[in-house]
Antibody, heavy 120, light 107 residues
Framework: DVQLVESGGGLVQPGGSLRLSCAAS????????MTWVRQAPGKGLEWVAN????????YYVDSAQGRFTISRDSAKSSLSLQMHSLRAEDTAVYFC?????????????WGQGTLVTVSS | EVVMTQSPVTLSVSPGERVTLSCRAS??????LAWYQQKPGQAPRLLIY???TRATGVPARISGSGSGTEFTLTISSLQSEDFAIYYC??????????FGQGTKVEI
């Protein structure tokens, strides 16, 4: 079975950094696009970033560009999101999700999410 | 950016009723539209992709339709497990995925 398990969330001060991880299993990890989606408390879903199976392409929402870095380790079947210069508006549950083998596909499996709280 | 607008924001219904949720895109997205269901404290679950194709394990009472800019999710006979928030998502304007704001289906 496909499983995605996030970790690394927590409380961080404004301007601080945090690294999220997502452990994947049950599928050929290096074949699929992977994505981070976030959800602020009581709000809707926002796509944050995605990365191609081989790591050669990465894309970000404008608000994350230059502050967040998505990466993957195929040997460990792991996805990461390094976040710097965190702001209060980055407070959210961060989900990792599986895209498709090709571009332009929805997200068919999701992790349970990890909560990031940016506050002093 | 493609803006996705869902209506209504909240839908109050009784079990057994037929419900119709709407999603409108600000530009033509062909059929690159997905629907997700999210229950409190849980991750979203993919229900529909390609505007009308049910994902694995999704019951036949849930269906999707539409193309271009107007889309609909229909639940033919609402069951207790269907009370949740539903989001539409466009993936035509890749990689800039965008979601609607959600429709809450409540008792």
């Amino acid at each position: 079975d496909v499983q995605l398990v996030e970790s690394g969330g927590g409380l961080v001060q404004p301007g601080g950094s945090l690294r999220l991880s997502c452990a994947a299993s049950g599928f050929m990890f290096n074949t699929y696009w992977m994505t981070w989606v976030r959800q602020a408390p009581g709000k809707g879903l926002e796509w944050v970033a995605n990365i191609k199976g081989d790591g050669s392409e990465k894309y970000y929402v404008d608000s994350a560009q230059g502050r967040f870095t998505i990466s993957r380790d195929s040997a460990k079947s792991s996805l990461s999101l390094q976040m710097h210069s965190l702001r209060a508006e980055d407070t959210a549950v961060y989900f990792c999700a599986r895209g498709g083998i090709r571009r332009s596909t929805p997200f068919d499996f999701w992790g349970q999410g990890t909560l990031v709280t940016v506050s002093s | 950016e493609v803006v996705m607008t869902q209506s209504p924001v909240t839908l109050s219904v009784s079990p057994g009723e037929r419900v119709t949720l709407s999603c409108r895109a600000s530009q033509n997205i062909v059929d690159n539209l997905a629907w997700y269901q999210q229950k409190p404290g849980q991750a979203p679950r993919l229900l529909i992709y390609g505007a009308s194709t049910r994902a694995t394990g999704v019951p036949a009472r849930i269906s999707g339709s539409g193309s271009g800019t107007e889309f609909t999710l229909t639940i033919s006979s609402l069951q207790s497990e269907d009370f949740a928030i539903y989001y539409c998502q466009q993936y035509n304007n890749w990689p800039l995925y965008t979601f609607g704001q959600g429709t809450k289906v409540e008792i």
